[in-house]
């Protein structure tokens, strides 16, 4: 029961959902950075595009989807990949790999002067990624 948990995402120091997180400063996170944030269930990315805060759940059974810095997939490195049933997805959230059925959720990002914070309640849903879902700072 308990590595079932875990795997769901549910461990000690978690916020409740719809606090807001203080993500740290625009400048503290160049392009291609990836921060896990325990305590708000979800992963800071900072993309060409702007950033994202991917939720960690994957969306085909609920599984904590880790990010693998170092795994191999399609002559690139650096995937999120669930350990449930393999599905596999890029930094933006997008799918490349089953049975998930649709890209990670994200969750609402806003900037104030270098300041960002999430919003662990704003948790969105999407068909696809598209480059407008990043919020540029």
């Not at 649709?102 to 300041?115: E, F, S």
Request: hydrophobic share 40%; charged share 20%.
């Amino acid at each position: 029961l308990k590595i079932w948990r875990a795997l769901a995402g549910e461990h000690e120091g978690a916020l409740p959902p719809g606090t807001v997180i203080a993500a740290g400063k625009v400048g503290d996170y160049k392009v291609g950075d990836i921060k896990y944030f325990v305590e708000g269930k979800f992963y800071l990315v900072r993309l060409q595009e702007g950033f994202m805060a991917l939720y960690q759940k994957c969306p085909h059974l609920g599984c904590v989807v880790p990010w693998k810095g170092d795994f191999e997939y399609e002559g690139q490195t650096g995937w999120f990949r669930c350990p449930c049933h393999g599905s596999t997805y890029q930094r933006t959230g997008a799918v490349v790999f089953g049975p998930a059925p649709r890209p990670m959720d994200y969750m609402k990002i806003t900037v104030k002067g270098d300041a960002i914070s999430v919003d662990t309640g704003a948790i969105l849903k999407r068909e696809d990624w598209a480059p407008s879902q990043a919020v540029v700072a």
